[in-house]
């Protein structure tokens, strides 16, 4: 198993920045995809962004592209999800979590094995 545990939420203001991180214990972080969801009151859990295994190849919900910047330190075991220009429609709880599946890359839930508990990033306009 894996265990995943989200820091660096919080509350800001439209425009700015802030960088969650995603520390992984249990087996190898390094053997899994990356990525990261999130869910706003009332609606459906969303795929914003993963990362592949070594690093490589990244993915990013359209709505996010340009503004949010996922990566990760294998040596670290750790992930981390960088968001600048924040907006109000981003406020939502965050979550980590890892795939072993080739499909990891298409953002759905189902292909993602463990899960974090999640981080609440509040954006305010």
């Known amino acids: 198993q894996v265990q995943l545990v989200e820091s660096g939420g919080g509350l800001v203001q439209a425009g700015g920045s802030l960088r969650l991180s995603c520390a992984a214990s249990?087996?190898?972080?390094?053997?899994?995809?990356m990525g990261w969801f999130r869910q706003a009151p009332g609606k459906e859990r969303e795929f914003v962004a993963t990362?592949?295994?070594?690093?490589?190849?990244?993915f990013y919900v359209d709505s996010v592209k340009g503004r949010f910047t996922i990566s990760r330190d294998n040596a670290k075991n750790t992930g981390y999800l960088q968001m600048n220009n924040l907006k109000a429609e981003d406020t939502a709880v965050y979550y980590c979590?890892?795939?072993?599946?080739?499909?990891?890359?298409?953002?759905?839930?189902?292909?993602?094995?463990?899960w974090g508990q999640g981080t609440q990033v509040t954006v305010s306009a």
């Open positions: 249990g087996r190898a972080f390094s053997s899994y995809h």
């Open positions: 990362i592949f295994r070594s690093g490589g190849s990244t």
């Open positions: 979590a890892v795939s072993g599946y080739y499909s990891y890359y298409k953002g759905r839930s189902t292909d993602y094995d463990y």
